[in-house]
């Protein structure tokens, strides 16, 4: 009889944590129906992605890239963190291949914002990032350097 109850409770926790995934995948599903705020995309590395507002569950490193700064325009700071490494939330994995002068393009509000990248350099990690005064628009993608205590910075400047 032992043998059976522990057998069925753990059948019972196999069921529960299955329509947790079941659950979590779901709500990333919707996201694709949720209005968004605005659509990156990195031609080189051939990547689009929406971001979505700051209040959104959506915006969010652990499921999608996360807006931080403002949003784009001729005098903003746009910052966007991601994820590099392993799983399905690392869409910052190609950044490595981007070069001075690439483009990151920006869709908001029916316009298109043209960043090219100026600097590319690490910092360490502590959650905060010092960008200096700029006349113009300005992007900062920010990833993880898997194995250490250190980010990866790239930084733009609206063309």
């Known amino acids: 009889m032992?043998?059976?109850r522990v057998l069925l409770t753990f059948i019972l926790v196999l069921i529960s944590?299955?329509?947790?995934?079941?659950n979590y995948k779901l709500e990333i599903i919707n996201q694709y129906q949720e209005d968004y705020l605005a659509k990156l995309e990195i031609p080189k590395i051939k990547l689009i992605k929406k971001l979505y507002s700051k209040n959104s569950s959506f915006n969010n490193v652990d499921i999608n890239l996360m807006m931080i700064g403002?949003?784009?325009g001729t005098d903003t700071k746009v910052i966007i963190a991601g994820h590099s490494g392993y799983g399905s939330n690392a869409y910052f994995n190609d950044l490595i291949y981007l070069?001075?002068?690439d483009e990151i393009i920006v869709y908001y509000k029916n316009e298109k914002y043209v960043y090219?990248?100026?600097?590319?350099y690490d910092i360490e990690k502590t959650g905060k990032i010092y960008l200096e005064k700029s006349d113009?628009?300005?992007i900062?993608?920010?990833t993880c350097r898997i194995g250490t205590n250190m980010q990866t910075v790239y930084k733009g400047y609206l063309k």
């Open 2 to 4: 032992l043998k059976l």
């Open 17 to 22: 944590n299955n329509f947790k995934t079941i």
């Open 70 to 72: 403002d949003t784009p």
């Open 99 to 101: 070069d001075i002068d």
């Open 116 to 120: 090219k990248i100026s600097k590319i």
């Open 136 to 138: 113009v628009g300005i």
């Open 140 to 142: 900062v993608l920010i």
